[in-house]
């Protein structure tokens, strides 16, 4: 079966087959480096996308009460009694963005911040916050008897909290209006 009078030849096939095999244990390791680095990789960029998920639904606000200061049979500013939603964590109340669409639009900021703080640094903690807006130079105009505005507060995480503002048609002869 093998021809005996050339043992050199065998031994030449044996060194080859090693020089194989040790360039498949090199292309073997190489591969797996490049796995592990890989995996690596995408466990961070899981656990970031993970949190900024988290946050964006966590981290928000509830609107607990809206009322309106009615002057001259308008509501011309409005208070806005908010609050962390559950599991939350704190908020600067000064990066919330407020935006309004309706018979009033556009976007305002906060005039006042009550509760856990005083400016409008204030961070929303686990206590209800007072935010305070005025309408009528924010929004170019007051609202009167029957008017809708749609509310959007955007937390700097992301997180979106919607109310929407009815005045009551007849606004009455108060001081001021729950909304």
Known sequence: MFDTDKPEERGQVGIGTL????????????????????????????????????????????VAAVSGNVNSGTVDSV???VQLAPGSD????????????????GTFTFEEINGGGSGLDTTLTEEDGIISADISSQL????????????????????????????PDPLGNSDSVTL
């Open 79 to 81: 208070d806005l009694s």
């Open 140 to 167: 170019g105009g007051s609202l009167d008897a029957g008017d809708q505005v749609e509310l959007l507060f955007t937390t700097p995480s992301g997180a979106q909290t919607q109310t929407v503002i009815t005045v």
């Open 19 to 62: 020089i194989v095999f040790i360039a498949l244990v090199l292309v073997a390791a190489i591969a797996a480096g490049v796995l592990i680095n890989t995996a690596g990789f995408l466990q961070s960029q899981a656990e970031s996308t993970g949190q900024e998920s988290t946050d964006q639904v966590s981290n928000n606000i509830q």
């Open 90 to 105: 704190p908020i600067n109340a000064s990066a919330i963005e407020v935006s309004a669409t309706g018979d009033a639009s």
